[in-house]
């Protein structure tokens, strides 16, 4: 039975600026990029090219070294460095450094398939792979392994097309524009999971591409395109599951454990490209937006375009910005440098003025309302788990499944005392991930 799902908010969604911009390439190409090695949920990619090389459009520059997905270049051109560069995370990372040569000489080795009825499941899904496609709603998970896990397992296909984050227009444009891709993507994924339907989940506030692609699917039906009423985060997939299909994820479990299966629609898009055209994740669309750019626009981007470029593609600052970050303001991270280059799951650059971004509270003071325990959509207590952070006592919030916390920004928005509560929750994980390394490490000492 199909049904809401719990906890939540309604933030102005505050897509006016560029709901209407159509997605257009950089008015020039950029003079360089530098690739991060780590766009994925897994270990950094090993550079494979170096110094001096060099390398064509989708020519293979990173490979996988355990959970992952390769990285390929996204212009022509020129290695003139392989070292740590700045990262959207906030440290460093291994990075290639191209210089452009502005031919775009494409070089991919995929093989292109036009008539993809005959491949296999096995094929699509090392099709997938070597493309180096990834979530590209933000969380970056290897897509070949999503899908390879699934296999046998799933038997609800669901894409998301809610783009819950205020600002963020980028699928938007990507459904209403190239809605062929999305569609033909999601028919390549059906074939892999051996079903015959699916369903697209797109919020309310998305009608003119709702109404496209119902447009698209025409007479098939094999794809069935939802409306959502608009509520956040919808777009978190375990919400999606639930308001699409009325199952719940059990605490600790994943969308296979209830035979479905999501993926972002900018997924569904990159599955097409490497398919049907044969070509690797290289480029992806970005929301330049927020009250401190000039021209807020969405645009096609080759990954590692740094920031400050996508600024100036945007004319630059109308003021000062509080803060920039990379994604929308309730789970996006803010960034120390513009120096940082566009990741496979960058789908905004968000420069907020002071009066958008959040007022900072002389101090920080609980007030124990319970709001907090009522917008959470994973039935957590953050409340307790924030008192339990700010004491160090790692163990006693993972009892209250701190693991679980999806670092959606419900708590934050609602709560009147500004407590930074998913921050808390970030440091608690790192420290419960730190714990048990070192648990680790100490029984294979004892075991040695």
């Known amino acids: 039975m199909k049904q809401t799902f719990y906890g939540g908010v309604h933030p102005n969604d505050r897509k ?23 766009m994925h949920i897994g270990a950094p990619c090993k550079p494979i090219v170096a110094k001096g090389d060099q390398v064509t459009v989708g020519q293979k520059i990173g490979e996988i070294a355990g959970l992952g997905a390769p990285i390929h270049a996204s212009v022509s051109g020129t290695v003139t460095a392989v070292e740590p560069r700045p990262y959207t995370g906030g440290s460093k990372v291994m990075s290639v450094v191209i210089d452009n040569d502005f031919q775009d000489t494409f070089g991919s080795e995929l093989t292109p398939h036009p008539d993809y009825s005959s491949l296999t499941p096995d094929e699509i899904v090392e099709i997938v792979k070597e493309a180096g496609i990834t979530g590209m709603g933000g969380a970056g998970f290897p897509s070949h392994v999503k899908i390879s896990s699934g296999i046998g397992k799933v038997d609800t296909l669901i894409l998301n097309g809610a783009e819950c984050e205020p600002y963020i227009t980028a699928d938007h444009r990507l459904m209403l524009e190239q809605g062929e891709r999305v569609l033909g993507g999601v028919r390549i994924l059906m074939q892999a999971f051996g079903l015959k339907t699916a369903t697209i989940g797109v919020e309310a506030n998305k009608e003119d591409a709702i109404e ?33 299909t009325g199952r719940e994820v059990p605490p600790g479990g994943l969308p296979a454990h209830v035979g479905c299966a999501v993926f972002n629609v900018g997924t569904a898009a990159a599955v097409y490209d490497a398919v049907v055209e044969g070509k690797p994740l290289t480029h992806r669309i970005v929301t330049i937006t927020g009250g401190a750019v000039k021209e807020p626009c969405n645009r096609l981007v080759p990954l590692g375009t740094s920031f400050q470029y996508l600024i100036d593609e945007a004319k630059g600052f109308s003021e000062d910005p509080d803060r920039v970050l990379t994604g929308g303001p309730m789970m996006g991270i803010a960034q120390f440098t513009m120096d940082v280059g566009v990741i496979k799951g960058t789908n905004a650059v968000l420069c907020l003025t002071k009066a958008e971004a959040a007022p900072v509270a002389a101090e920080e003071v609980c007030l124990r309302c319970g709001r907090c325990v009522n917008v959470c959509p994973m039935h957590l207590t953050p409340v307790y788990m924030h008192l339990y952070a700010e004491k160090g006592l790692w163990k006693e919030a993972e009892a209250l499944n701190v693991m679980d916390c999806i670092e959606c920004g419900s708590c934050n928005y609602i709560c009147p005392g500004r407590l930074h509560l998913v921050q808390s929750f970030r440091v608690t994980k790192l420290e419960l991930r730190n714990l048990a390394a070192k648990e680790k490490a100490a029984k294979e000492a004892a075991k040695a």
């Not at 020039?28 to 780590?38: D, E, F, G, L, T």
């Not at 956040?232 to 375990?238: F, M, R, S, V």
């Open 16 to 38: 006016g600026a560029t709901r209407d911009q159509a997605v257009k390439p950089l008015s020039a190409p950029p003079k360089q990029v530098v690739i991060a090695m780590s």
């Open 212 to 244: 496209h692609l119902k447009a698209l699917v025409g007479g098939r039906g094999d794809i069935q395109v939802e409306s959502l009423r608009t509520r956040y985060p919808q777009g978190a997939e375990k919400q999606l599951i639930q308001r699409i």
